[in-house]
């Protein structure tokens, strides 16, 4: 009875050392994996970082160089080699390139609401500190580009660099559809909620304000001690 007890935990034995050494082996494989994970997002947290530090630039200087380098950028595209394409963009070819993308293409001058997505989140993967509510901000982010492009569209139609290919064809719909007035009132009040809702402004106070602006200020009579003499000395001379 010993020895086949003994030919049991043997064969049962072998087995739990397998088990343990597929256990360990398969932490490692964890542990590395999550180090390469922590790496990649390191990467490309650093890499948001400076694309939005690059984006601010080129829309910044889409402001003063977009209408000169429009027809460069339309007529040629892009261009990475190409030395005999000169645009006037602060960060070259590629900053004219990128700016045209987003400004010109997409959202006009509202695009700069990008950059704080893109360095924020590049801030939580390579820092590993979470400043703002990814999920909010992105929820903000939208609306505006939304709003804001389309309300530049509508009040600077003759500029369509300011709201975007997104802004100009949202406002000539409006427009086609409850005509230049009405497409005026919607988005007016489309804004005016998109503030209150963005900044938690109070209608009541705002309310407040524009009554007291129109109300007359009440004239008050300031009675000082001089007043009040002469008018005791006028009393005692009537008397007399």
Do not use: C
Not at 6 to 18: A, G, H, L, R
Not at 122 to 146: C, E, T
């Amino acid at each position: 009875m010993t020895k086949n007890q003994n030919k049991i935990k043997d064969q049962f034995s072998v087995p739990n050392k397998k088990r343990k050494s597929q256990k360990s082996t398969g932490s490692k494989g964890k542990r590395s994996g999550g180090k390469d994970f922590s790496k990649l997002r390191k990467g490309f947290g650093l890499t948001f970082i400076l694309f939005a530090v690059f984006l601010f630039i080129a829309l910044i200087s889409y402001l003063f160089t977009g209408n000169s380098d429009y027809d460069i950028v339309a007529a040629n595209g892009f261009h990475l080699f190409d030395n005999d394409i000169n645009v006037k963009n602060w960060l070259g070819r590629v900053g004219a390139w990128v700016a045209q993308i987003f400004a010109y293409n997409g959202f006009g001058i509202a695009s700069l609401l990008i950059v704080p997505w893109f360095l924020f989140i590049g801030i939580k993967w390579f820092f590993n500190l979470n400043i703002v509510s990814i999920k909010k901000m992105s929820k903000q982010i939208f609306f505006g580009l939304i709003f804001i492009s389309l309300s530049l569209a509508y009040f600077f139609h003759n500029h369509p660099e300011l709201g975007g290919a997104f802004g100009f064809y949202m406002s000539n719909w409006f427009i086609g559809l409850i005509g230049k007035l009405g497409a005026g009132i919607f988005i007016g009040f489309a804004l005016f909620g998109y503030l209150i809702y963005q900044f938690n402004i109070d209608p009541g106070k705002i309310v407040d304000k524009v009554v007291g602006w129109f109300k007359r200020p009440e004239k008050e009579i300031d009675l000082n001690e001089d007043s009040i003499y002469i008018k005791d000395d006028f009393e005692q001379t009537e008397i007399d």
